[in-house]
């Protein structure tokens, strides 16, 4: 039982079962009312920024489709222009093959015009113009042949130095053959600064290590070995670089890769009683050597203190230079014991020359007496045989014995 106003009600009754529930569904539209209104303006709230944006959107979107128009235009300029230039272009080139077919056109009619005089003067002249012209043809076909010959063999040339180029351009972008590249440009290097039997190309050292140029220089300082592995690779991603952060990469990478390569090349290359206390590493570019030496002084103090010296191909030849030098030394040393052997037993050879001219000469002055008696000698045969030649042999008369003439008497 419910009682309101004095009013008793009992819930049992639909009526009052039928008017409390319209009581509470009122209620609780009139709630439902409230917070949708509540929420609404919470929704409007929230609503008016999203509404500011969409509105500076729509500026932002007209401003593009202006710049949008603006770039139509400008590509329709552009456009224009570019078919304006290809016109002209192909005006130009109109203009200039109709100037040539012009020149080609009066050539000809020039050489028309000398066909005929040549035929009347071949006509007036008969056989002798006949061959001076026929020799003037093959003459001018023979040029005409040299000339295309000269035209094939540029076309090959050009052809062939594209194909060396693009060779050239695998190769550098090989990392086996541009170090293969360096040791070439070392060889060269080498081979025109020093004789051919002072150095070693790919020598192998009593640790099997394999150096690739191995200069035979005299002790002290004795052989020096020459590196050419050079890591270009950092290097190319030093210049190569197009950020703070990958400079700063690359150049951390650079200091280390060279660090690495200096401290490799002083515990291979640099043997006591092998080797000399120093070695060469080689940098195949000017511009690495010049980068090396303006931004990375430590490195170079580094291998100062490593033992290790590096040279780019224009150091690299004035230290080869150096070694030349050295060598030539060595060997004119070498050649002055050699000479002084020789000029010992040059002056043997000439004591002994002296002794065989002395018995020489007194062999020829034993041979002058004797000549000189071998002349007395015939001198006085000489007479005899003169006083033999005087004598006068007459016939003995046997009945005259009173004149006989004795033997070696002349009758008076």
């Avoid at 660090?259 to 090349?265: S, V, W």
């Avoid at 020789?342 to 002058?368: I, P, S, W």
Wanted: glycine share 6%.
């Amino acid at each position: 039982m419910i009682e309101i106003a004095g009013t008793e009600y009992s819930l049992n009754d639909p009526m009052v079962m039928a008017s409390l529930i319209g009581v509470a569904v009122t209620f609780l539209i009139l709630v439902l009312l409230f917070l949708a209104l509540r929420a609404a303006n919470r929704s409007a709230r929230n609503i008016e920024p999203l509404t500011r944006q969409m509105v500076q959107l729509g500026q932002h979107v007209q401003q593009l489709g202006q710049g949008q128009e603006q770039l139509r235009g400008g590509l329709q300029h552009v456009s224009d222009t570019q078919a304006t230039a290809q016109v002209q272009v192909i005006q130009t080139v109109e203009a200039r093959l109709s100037s040539v077919q012009q020149q080609m056109n009066d050539r000809l009619a020039d050489n028309a015009m000398k066909s005929t005089r040549a035929l009347a003067e071949m006509q007036e002249r008969m056989k002798e113009s006949l061959h001076g012209s026929s020799k003037q043809t093959a003459t001018s076909l023979t040029q005409l042949q040299e000339r295309l010959a000269a035209i094939d063999k540029a076309q090959d040339n050009i052809t062939k130095l594209s194909g060396d180029v693009l060779s050239l351009q695998d190769i550098l972008s090989n990392k086996q053959t541009r170090g293969a590249f360096g040791e070439i440009q070392l060889n060269d290097i080498v081979s025109k600064a020093l004789p051919a039997d002072s150095f070693r190309l790919q020598a192998t050292l009593s640790s099997g290590r394999r150096a690739d140029c191995l200069i035979n220089l005299p002790n002290p300082p004795g052989p020096i070995v020459i590196d050419s592995k050079f890591p270009l690779e950092a290097y190319e991603a030093l210049i190569g670089s197009s950020s703070d952060a990958e400079f700063k990469s690359a150049v951390q990478m650079f200091r280390t890769t060279v660090r690495k390569h200096i401290t490799d090349i002083s515990e291979k290359y640099i043997l006591d009683g092998e080797t000399a206390d120093g070695a060469l590493m080689f940098l195949p570019s000017e511009a690495v050597y010049a980068e090396l030496h303006a931004k990375f002084p430590e490195l170079v103090q580094e291998s100062f203190s490593k033992r290790v010296w590096i040279v780019s191909p224009t150091t690299c030849m004035a230290t080869l230079n150096t070694m030349r030098a050295i060598l030539k030394d060595a060997r004119m040393r070498e050649q002055a014991g050699a000479i002084r052997k020789e000029l010992g037993m040059l002056h043997k050879d000439v004591e002994r020359l002296g002794e065989r001219v002395t018995n020489l000469d007194r062999h020829f002055g034993q041979a002058a007496k004797d000549i000189s008696d071998i002349k007395i000698s015939a001198e006085k045969a000489g007479r005899r045989a003169q006083r033999l030649d005087n004598f006068d042999f007459e016939e003995l008369v046997p009945e005259d014995h009173n004149n006989v003439v004795p033997l070696g008497k002349t009758e008076v």
